[in-house]
Antibody, heavy 122, light 111 residues
């Protein structure tokens, strides 16, 4: 049974760095072809892909947010961490992690976490 | 503005058939990249509905089907049910952006 769960602060201040952790079970990120992505959704708005890390430790980022994002994995803990610097109120959103396959060109997302709402406010 | 364009809303009566379009360009759908569809019920995470343009994951009713042609893709839902009322998103890859792209989402209302 595949599960993913996001954890992190519910509230961050502008200019701070957000750190989110995705803890998963039911699959291994050391298995060839596996990947985990971060996707966010501002309230009432569309989904936006942020970053992907695959089994081979290859990392891919949204072009528009690349300078602010960092994704990493700890295979032994079954965790993927996303860091986003210089947070702004427009970054207020529900942040999801999701399982995928291979790189972004071929990946769909078959399992999702329940999401964590992050509010950016002073 | 999303790279993939979807109608903001569609509606239909129970039992009817509705389609949701997803229009892209030569750098995404038109370049041959697959399209995936997700259903998002209110207050929940998205759920994979169609993958690789036409395939249904196990457990998804065959009332849901996907197609792709040229620079566009479509999701069709037949035998509309009240439980189908949700948001629907298409997803693909864009070579110009070198990343995953989503459509703006379509809200389906069952009348």
């Amino acid at each position: 049974q595949v599960t993913l769960r996001e954890s992190g602060p519910a509230l961050v201040k502008p200019t701070q760095t957000l750190t989110l952790t995705c803890t998963f079970s039911g699959f291994s990120l050391s298995t060839s072809g596996m990947s985990v992505s971060w996707i966010r959704q501002p309230p009432g708005k569309a989904l936006e892909w942020l970053a992907l890390i695959d089994w081979d430790d290859d990392k891919y980022y949204s072009t528009s947010l690349k300078t602010r994002l960092s994704i990493s994995k700890d295979t032994s803990k079954n965790q993927v961490v996303l860091k986003m610097t210089n947070m702004d109120p427009v970054d207020t959103a529900t942040y999801y992690c999701a399982r995928g396959y291979s790189g972004p060109a071929t990946s769909n997302f078959d399992y999702w976490g329940q999401g964590t709402l992050v509010t950016v406010s002073s | 503005q999303s790279v993939l364009t979807q109608p903001p809303s569609v509606s239909g009566a129970p039992g009817q058939r509705v389609t949701i379009s997803c229009t892209g360009s030569s750098s995404n759908i038109g370049a041959g990249y697959d399209v995936h569809w997700y259903q998002q019920l209110p207050g929940t995470a998205p759920k994979l509905l169609i993958y690789d343009s036409t395939n249904r994951p196990s457990g998804v009713p065959d009332r849901f089907s996907g197609s792709k042609s040229g620079t566009s893709a479509s999701l069709a839902i037949t035998g509309l049910q009240a439980e189908d009322e949700a948001g629907y998103y298409c997803q693909s890859y864009d070579s110009s952006l070198s990343g995953v792209v989503f459509g703006g989402g379509t809200k389906l209302t069952v009348l």
